[in-house]
């Protein structure tokens, strides 16, 4: 299987800061890579696939960047609503995985 | 806006089996560019992959539910389903399905929480 490391496990930020986080494949899975984004009782939404593609509807304070086996998911312009946990995920090959999960909080 | 809508018990007794069902609106499940996938959190903690099915019944499974596990296809009904069988605690968990487009997981149902306990 492809393991999927992402970092930091947990951020706070402020309103109106930038913020990254950063996604590393154990092999090379080119842009295979999308970014979700979950709130507390919700189902994971899509943000960004093909590693930097931005999914309808997904404000453009969202960026995706890399390929082969480091990504990174920047948050621009932070805003209250941007509190979530942030999962990436890879697609290269099955079984599909996730990585471990962001926490952002907003002081 | 294509709808998925996860149904089933909610309560499974330990060494039984969890089915779940999964039905798509708006959309159709025949459509041979889509997987429809199942996935699961347990409370608290990361997206597991459980696995996936296309419409001409092909199917993939994450190898860590070491032969558990059974997804299969209707496409009279318009929805897909899940066996998970010989349950533990451990298979306590939000259970969502979700559509994969083009290399994404692009839809989700809301989820639907099994819980495995006598």
């Known amino acids: 299987d492809i393991q999927v490391t992402q970092s930091p496990s947990s951020l706070s930020a402020s309103v109106g800061d930038r913020v990254s986080i950063t996604c590393r494949a154990s092999?090379?899975?080119?842009?295979?890579l999308n970014w979700y984004q979950q709130k507390p009782g919700k189902a994971p939404r899509l943000l960004i696939y093909a590693a930097f593609t931005l999914q309808s509807g997904v404000p453009s304070r969202f960026a995706g960047g890399g390929s082969g086996t480091d990504f990174s998911l920047n948050v621009s312009d932070l805003q209250p609503e941007d509190r979530a946990t942030y999962y990436c995920q890879q697609s290269f090959t099955s079984p599909i995985t996730f990585g471990q999960g962001t926490r952002l909080e907003i002081k | 806006q294509v709808q998925l809508q996860e149904s089933g018990p909610g309560l499974v007794t330990p060494s039984q089996t969890l089915s779940l069902t999964c039905s798509v609106s708006t959309d159709s499940i025949n459509n041979g560019s889509y997987y429809w996938n199942w996935i699961r959190q347990p409370a608290g903690r990361g997206l597991e992959w459980i696995g996936r099915i296309s419409s001409s019944g092909s199917t993939n499974y994450n190898p860590s539910l070491k032969g558990r596990v059974s997804i299969s296809i209707d496409t009279s009904e318009n929805q897909f389903s899940l066996r998970l069988i010989s349950v533990t605690a451990a298979d306590t968990a939000l259970y969502y399905c979700?559509?994969?487009?083009?290399?994404?997981?692009?839809?989700w149902g809301q989820g639907r929480l099994v819980t495995v306990s006598s």
């Open positions: 092999q090379n899975i080119t842009s295979y």
């Open positions: 979700a559509r994969h487009k083009s290399a994404r997981l692009d839809y």
